[in-house]
């Protein structure tokens, strides 16, 4: 469908944006080595090196604070740099001499620098009650909590046996695609959505509402004459695809809203294959601004996997080294039957052998 | 100036602590007179008191020709917010491997002072840049103002949503193509379905250099691209033993932890069992000195990805275990095309391509998009004795019959 | 005689060959004036000719009293083979660990010739006699003169079918409990469950001694009692070495196969980190004369498993980690009590323990038997977010509301 | 429920027939040993041994062969003997003299000796044509053939790197609970249920036969004026648990009935945790007296793994090992999409990582 817009121009090319040393390197880099904290050197095979400087970044910034960032890459980095799949900024460099002052000035502007190697980097996470009318808790607030208290782990003071990837997701539909995690932490409804039955009919497609719950907890029904559904409690599993489908079933509830942890998740394929996150903690109420249940037990989890793992062991390996029913116990964590999946492929999860420690 | 009249103690706990603070952002573009963020942080406030959001769903708005974009929000206390009763978002198509230069990142900034809250992410977890608030009347000029530029939207909707790519060839040593330009050329091929949604829902694809899959394409998009190689791994033994002296156990942490055993080190050179090597990138990410992978590279296609809505959370699984992966990717393409052929046949309405597979019965789904079935595909063979045959033989005439 | 009159071309094939032959079997009572045993012949080539068997369902037949132990059996072609159109079984619970006298097989072999085809199989894969063929007729004087020899009827249809037990203590180092005593007070404990169906679909226990499983408890059980231990494994280190001496690479064939890597051998010692021992018995099993469980031993309880028809295969999953064996097993049988309880009230129709177990929930299962969930009794925990919180608060009053 | 006839009174007591070596060394056994193929002696902490002679036997047997192994273990066991899980004769003797002679007996009759250790024992198997209405081929007859076959690594002339159990189920009821054999011999039905609707009505109750069907395949339906069902033949997966409650569905049908085949399934929690069979060829149709097609399959897959597989390894583990393409390429069995799951578990049975040989 042509217009007289301009339409369909995609992205710019991302070459008008590479700097000149990448462009003569490009596909030829020998190897890599993180020569401090957030600071790895790239070198080719032309002997070429590439200083790349990981700052630390909230990803929701002002056009002031990127304008920042801008300067900054002028006048450091020929003004390169470019932004990673966790959201950080990278500082692209060829003069080693720029390294250190540019972190100085990244420190003023309160970007710590880190992230690289064993080290856990940026929280990828969502909207939150920024911007989405579906979440569960807020994203950028927990995340900012949780990154304040796991800061050494970031900027190097303090060293982990792997890589840590925490993701946050404000609601079941995982934005955050948490579902592979390290530790996901994870926002959720516990109450089946309270039928606004006055809006039902004017918002929402019955039939289609109906249909939408994977457990066929909706049925049609008429209330005080007008058409609308009714919910059957009991079967209902807090996913929200009604309320996708249909704004008059909101499901955010102050009072039962809130925050899961789970863990052992990766997405990598390095020693063990790609694992998803399993279930820690079923539920800790939301606690603003500070969130103090979730930043301890993000960092009880650190801990005991930090003061227990072997080197390269990710959290759900060092998991499936130790047992379950070990990391229960390491952490302090109780067991109950929420842990135990009674979905699709439950009984797969069942401990179907006598292997077992006693 | 704006944040002189509202006092926000909950939020301004946020300002505090090591981490940057996204409430600082949202306070220093309200410094700089940006009204909506005056409220916004008035709303959020709010939502920390009250401890629920105060946006609505969004209703259908966007540019003139797309059908994606654009995220419609309204929030649900107009008129104490008016400046945010309209709160939209744009997502704009990032350039592969989120490479910027100043200059392209102020004229981006220019823009979006002019037309919104001054607020992005930088980036969104698809992959945009998103511009994080406006009103319906600046969404056309913003757009208009953003393609002027070169730029254009993203993703969103039942389309095909912005393709991201790893850093790859650009900067990292282990690319095993090149994933920058794959990413462009397939997001240029396919501008029409990814701005004018006519899928039964989205459709992802992302681009990983590596078996690190570096943007976790594995786990969040329909169509990963995960590089890998099909030949020997290079080995520089002095590098080896330079690992070696300087402390590093290979033994155990090398070889102990290869996924298949088929390392071995006497001491003093380490073996690779080619043939056994599943390409997981362990020893080579523990010692990029002294390995690396082969030459004779390209990818490893999977399909199927998402979250768990509705039928739980799925990993993309393997349709074409390697591909060479040169200009044009006719073999991305054709595939793509294929699958989207089908699912908008048989898709049902917000059904991602991965639970069809598993809908249909994954040897249907390779029939049709015409795949030959190997074991490659599969963890293991069907343990069920389920087995759905499809024809048997009718008395009399010893002919095959098809079932109806 | 009865085998010159027929002439069985295809039978004859397998007569030949090395491994004792079941025609031969049948052809010897045939020969013994078996009118039975020639036309159960004739009918089997018959089969061999057209390839589908002769049977039907069999109806209720039965003894007196009980509802099971009888397996009735009709031909389709009743007027040619008249001395098989009633061609029922019997099952005869077998002693603890199949263990028999010549004296008490030839009281069997009596009992049988009179009243039946004088075909067995020793045993059927549940564990009992099998005694193969006899008509209605015969079924109560056979009853007679079994029981007035100390012999009973095992189990068929919905009720505790026959348990089995591995050869145990009586012959086995490795036994962590009795199994055969076990296996016998709980069959006579449950008597009345075991000849009166009364359940929802069959229930089955088998009890083996260690996790070698030899009686394949965990995936043919609906309770799996599997002996294991939870103290150290004895070492003697001279009979380890005398192991290594003879030519054993306990390096890579013993500790290279331990599951939990938890062994480690100098060369001069073996060295067992039992807190991460899984007990699977490899180590133990290779090196019988070196190794041997530890003394404080019991068994781990396990549920469900079960054929395919009709949810899939199952295997039985962990319910109680270790439990002490002694008389009078009160840990089995309220287990099982409780288990029938619920199933009885809330199993459908022809739905196993294991499939009940999934249906509700492990969790809700656990709940109604009054069992306490622990994560021994799972892989791992739940990946998917769809957990059915059970209580949430309600306005106004903070306390927390059972749902409805 | 108490009658005047004797009823109740369960199995004899065991203790009965225990030799006395055994009440002796009762739970006190030290090690044993595998003197020979077939042989093996369990030693007492007494000292006492205990010689152990397995039998191979059809397990269908007449009472004039039963009668045999009587006179033998009256002859060379004190009148001892036993059967195992598997159905073998095991003769348990304490005079190491009387080993050689019996065994030469044995031969005579017809009966070899062996399956102990790292060798194939007896098949587990069902009733087949020769007793059961549902069987979609005969069990003994395929299990004397696939013995006949595989006679040399029950005897010992050849070595196995492990254990080896072989099952034999005649329908998918699977009373020889094939599901976790290392090689599994199944009998299965190809073609839908013939309905059989003069007798519907009168043999089976329609509800229970619309329920018995998993994936709702049937449906009532009115022919010439009688109620009776009609079935989906699309749907039908060939469970047969509809004829299992309802005669009027035959399933047996020569043309299409035949044999699928397993592998690489165990049961032990020795190493690796307890496994199911999985199919490795999908159909080979029935071919009586001999099933040369069976032997021969069950031959090759038995082969690739006695050479290629590591001590302890069972076929499953060593399948694992190798990966599942290897195995199909040894093999050289084709592999086609109902190789692929599709039913509960399906999506778990995918291969979700990029970990792949090239
Ligand atoms: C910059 C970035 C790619 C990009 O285009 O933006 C990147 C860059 C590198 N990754 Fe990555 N990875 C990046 C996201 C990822 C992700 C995706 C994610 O986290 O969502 C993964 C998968 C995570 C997972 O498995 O859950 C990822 C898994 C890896 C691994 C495997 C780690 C492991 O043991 O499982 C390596 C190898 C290693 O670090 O030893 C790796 C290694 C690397 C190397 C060393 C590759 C190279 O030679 O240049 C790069 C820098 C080192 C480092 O530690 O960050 N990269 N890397 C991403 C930085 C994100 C960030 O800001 O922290
Ligand atoms: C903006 C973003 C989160 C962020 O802060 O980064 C986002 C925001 C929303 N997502 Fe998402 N998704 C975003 C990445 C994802 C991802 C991650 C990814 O793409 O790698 C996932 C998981 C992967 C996947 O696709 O499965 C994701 C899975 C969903 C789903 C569940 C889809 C599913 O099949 O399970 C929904 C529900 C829906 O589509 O109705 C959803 C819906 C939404 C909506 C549109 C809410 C709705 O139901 O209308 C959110 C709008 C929030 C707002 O008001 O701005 N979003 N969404 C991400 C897009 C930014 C960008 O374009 O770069
Ligand atoms: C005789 C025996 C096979 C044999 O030759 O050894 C046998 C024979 C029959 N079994 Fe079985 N089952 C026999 C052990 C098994 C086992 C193995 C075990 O017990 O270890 C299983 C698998 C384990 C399990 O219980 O799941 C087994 C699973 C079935 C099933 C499927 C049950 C399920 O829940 O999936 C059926 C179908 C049914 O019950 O309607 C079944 C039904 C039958 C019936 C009664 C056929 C029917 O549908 O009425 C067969 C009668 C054959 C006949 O005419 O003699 N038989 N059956 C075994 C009993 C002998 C004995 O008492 O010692
Ligand atoms: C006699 C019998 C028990 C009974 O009460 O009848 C028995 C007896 C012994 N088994 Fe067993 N097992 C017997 C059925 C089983 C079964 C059940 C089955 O096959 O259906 C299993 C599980 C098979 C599976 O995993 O699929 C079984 C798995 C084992 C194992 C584990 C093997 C492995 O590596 O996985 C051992 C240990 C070993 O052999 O090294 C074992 C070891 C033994 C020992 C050595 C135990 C001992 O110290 O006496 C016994 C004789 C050696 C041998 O090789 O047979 N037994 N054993 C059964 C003989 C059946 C037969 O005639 O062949
Ligand atoms: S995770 Fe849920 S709440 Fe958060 S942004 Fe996505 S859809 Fe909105
Ligand atoms: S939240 Fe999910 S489970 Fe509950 S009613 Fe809505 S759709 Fe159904
Ligand atoms: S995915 Fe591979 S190629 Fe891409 S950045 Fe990561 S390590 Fe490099
Ligand atoms: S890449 Fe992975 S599988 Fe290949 S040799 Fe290295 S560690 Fe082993
Ligand atoms: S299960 Fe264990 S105790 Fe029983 S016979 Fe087998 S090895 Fe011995
Ligand atoms: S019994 Fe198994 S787990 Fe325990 S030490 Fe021996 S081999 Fe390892
Ligand atoms: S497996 Fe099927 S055919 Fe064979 S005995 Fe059991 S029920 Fe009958
Ligand atoms: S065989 Fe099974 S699937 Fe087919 S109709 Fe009968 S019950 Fe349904």
């Not at chain 2, 700089?32 to 009250?50: M, T």
């Amino acid at each position: 469908m042509a217009t007289d817009r301009r339409t369909d121009i995609g992205p710019p090319h991302y070459e008008r944006f590479l700097p000149p040393i990448i462009k003569a390197n490009y596909g030829k880099w020998k190897y890599h080595e993180i020569l401090k904290p957030g600071v790895m050197v790239h070198v080719g095979e032309s002997g070429d090196k590439l200083f790349t400087v990981r700052a630390g970044s909230p990803r929701l910034m002002g056009t002031k604070r990127i304008r920042k960032f801008a300067e900054l890459a002028d006048k450091y980095c020929g003004g390169h740099l470019r932004f990673t799949s966790r959201h950080n900024c990278e500082f692209l460099l060829t003069d080693q001499a720029n390294i250190d002052p540019l972190i100085a000035e990244l420190a003023e502007l309160g970007h710590p620098v880190g992230g690289i190697g064993a080290a856990i980097s940026s929280i990828v996470h969502t909207q939150g009650w920024v911007h989405c009318h579906s979440a569960a808790t807020d994203a950028s607030g927990v995340v900012k909590c949780v990154m304040d208290d796991l800061i050494e782990y970031f900027d190097g003071t303090k060293k982990l046996p792997g890589k840590l990837r925490i993701a946050l997701a404000c609601c079941l539909n995982m934005c955050g695609a948490v579902h592979c995690s390290d530790i996901a932490i994870l926002g959720v409804h516990r109450r089946p959505p309270k039928v606004q039955h006055e809006n039902m009919k004017k918002l929402c497609e019955i039939p289609n509402v109906v249909a939408s719950c994977p457990t066929a907890a909706i049925r049609p029904a008429e209330v005080n004459g007008m058409p609308s559904v009714e919910i059957d409690e009991e079967l209902c599993m807090f996913c929200a695809n009604c309320f996708s489908v249909c704004p008059a079933l909101p499901m955010a509830d102050a009072l039962n809203d809130g925050i899961s942890i789970w863990v052992g998740g990766k997405v990598s394929n390095a020693r063990s294959e790609p694992k998803f996150s399993k279930l820690a903690i079923p539920f800790i109420a939301n606690n603003p601004p500070r969130w103090p249940e979730v930043t301890s037990a993000v960092r009880k989890i650190v801990e005991v996997w930090a003061e227990n793992a072997r080197n390269y062991e990710r959290l759900g390996e060092f998991i499936e080294r130790i047992g379950w029913p070990k990391f229960f116990e390491l952490t302090e964590i109780e067991f109950t039957k929420q842990h135990i999946d009674d979905y699709k492929y439950a009984g797969l999860s069942f401990k179907r052998s006598a292997q077992l420690r006693h | 100036m704006a944040d002189s009249q509202r006092s926000t103690p909950m939020l301004d706990e946020l300002k505090k602590g090591p981490w940057p603070s996204f409430v600082t952002q949202i306070q220093e573009m309200a410094d700089e007179g940006k009204e909506a963020c005056d409220q916004l942080l008035g709303l959020l406030e709010r939502s920390y008191h009250e401890k629920v959001g105060h946006w609505k769903h969004g209703g259908i708005v966007g540019v003139m020709g797309y059908g994606g974009g654009v995220i419609g929000r309204y929030s649900d206390l107009q008129q104490e917010y008016p400046a945010i009763a309209h709160f939209h978002t744009l997502r704009v198509n990032q350039p592969s491997g989120w490479f910027y230069t100043s200059d392209a990142l102020r004229t981006v900034c220019d823009i979006w002072d002019r037309h919104g809250s001054g607020l992005t992410n930088m980036h969104g977890s698809t992959g945009d840049i998103i511009l994080l608030g406006t009103t319906t009347a600046e969404l056309e000029p913003t757009f208009a103002e953003l393609t002027a530029n070169d730029f254009d939207l993203g993703g969103s909707g039942s389309n095909v949503r912005t393709p991201s790519c790893c850093v790859g060839p650009a900067r990292c040593e282990w690319a095993c193509y090149d994933t920058l330009d794959a990413c462009y050329n397939i997001t240029m091929a396919f501008q029409d379905e990814l701005h004018r949604p006519a899928f039964p829902y989205k459709f992802k694809f992302k681009f990983s250099g590596c078996p690190n899959d570096c943007v976790a394409s594995i786990a969040r998009s329909d169509m990963s691209i995960i590089g890998t190689w099909r030949d020997e791994i290079r080995i520089d033994q002095d590098e080896v033993r330079n690992y070696a002296k300087a402390g590093m156990n290979i033994e155990r942490d090398i070889c102990g932890n290869c996924p298949t055993k088929c390392m071995a080190w006497d001491g003093n050179e380490i073996e690779i069992d080619d043939s056994n090597c599943v390409k997981c990138m362990h020893c080579i990410n523990a010692m990029p000195k002294a390995l690396r992978p082969g030459v004779d590279t390209g990818a490893t296609v999977l399909l199927g990805s998402k979250a768990p809505i509705v039928e739980g959370a799925q990993l993309s699984s393997v349709i074409i275990p390697f591909l060479k992966m040169e200009p044009p990717y006719e073999g991305i393409k054709d595939l793509a095309e294929r699958v989207w052929d089908f699912w908008g046949e048989h898709g049902k309405n917000r059904e991602r391509v991965g639970e069809l597979m598993q809908r249909v019965g994954l040897g249907n789904f390779l029939e049709a998009i015409e795949v030959e079935p190997i074991p490659e595909m599969v963890a293991y063979p069907r343990d069920n004795p389920y087995v759905f045959y499809e024809e048997y033989f009718e008395e009399g005439d010893g002919e095959e019959e098809e079932e109806q």
